[in-house]
Each structure stands twice: as C-alpha cells, then as structure tokens.
C-alpha cells in the first residue's frame, strides 16, 4: 500500500506508480531516475494505518 523512496519520503503505491509510468521516470523530489523496482514497501507505516483502522470503527477502510 505505502512506498517509501529512496529520498525517506512515504506515498501510495498507486499514486507513485501513476506518476513514473504517465509523467516521467524520475523520483518526484529528487528529481533523479526510479523505477517501480526500486520502490520499498513501507511496512511500518502500512501496520501503524491498519491498526488505526482496527481501533477507529468509523474509519473507512475502503478509503486506504
């Protein structure tokens, strides 16, 4: 679900994905060469959102 970059930045997989694939082919903050092999699951991250959602009944986990 979240990618984190090689600059430490955490994003969507979708969104990260849609941006090198239509825009261009580089890192959005770096400015430098990515390519979807290189991105890093964020796995902290994911866990820390699913048990907010767990805890959070009113959250709606089709939004993540």
């Given at each position: 679900i979240f990618?984190?970059?090689l600059v430490g930045i955490?994003?969507?997989r979708s969104c990260i994905?849609?941006?090198l694939y239509k825009v261009s082919?580089?890192?959005p903050i770096a400015n430098k060469?990515?390519?979807v092999d290189q991105l890093v699951n964020n796995l902290?991250?994911?866990e820390i959102v699913e048990?907010?959602?767990k805890e959070n009944e009113?959250?709606?986990s089709e939004c993540f």
């Open positions: 990618e984190f970059l955490t994003y969507c994905e849609e941006n082919h580089l890192d060469p990515l390519v902290v991250l994911k048990k907010f959602i009113w959250v709606n």
